[in-house]
């Protein structure tokens, strides 16, 4: 069964930073584009951030280029997304997508003084 299984997020001051982390099983990885997306209950989903199956080429929405960066290591099966000085509007929960398929159940991230 295809699983993606988010983890790393957490509760960090404005400035702070988090890495977090998308374990995947049940499909082959590494043929897959992946992506981050977030979603708050006023914004709904936004797409955060990309990376091609070979981890040569990323991209990024305009309000999180500069600060995250996305990798992954397709030896481990697990996507990376580095959040580095966060926002307050920066706060949300952060879902890995594989394809336009495949969905996990998100990780927590909170920022706040």
């Known amino acids: 069964e295809v699983q993606l299984v988010e983890s790393g997020g957490g509760l960090v001051q404005p400035g702070g930073s988090l890495r977090l982390s998308c374990a995947a099983s049940?499909?082959?990885?590494?043929?897959?584009?992946m992506f981050w997306v977030r979603q708050t209950p006023g914004k709904g989903l936004e797409w955060v951030s990309g990376?091609?199956?070979?981890?040569?080429?990323?991209y990024y929405s305009d309000s999180v280029k500069g600060r995250f960066t996305i990798s992954r290591d397709n030896s481990n099966n697990t996507l990376y997304l580095q959040l580095n000085s966060l926002k307050t509007e920066d706060m949300a929960m952060y879902y890995c997508?594989?394809?336009?398929?495949?969905w996990g159940q998100g990780t927590q991230v909170t920022v706040s003084s």
């Open positions: 990376i091609n199956s070979r981890g040569s080429n990323t």
């Open positions: 049940g499909f082959t990885f590494s043929t897959y584009f």
């Open positions: 997508r594989a394809g336009a398929n495949y």
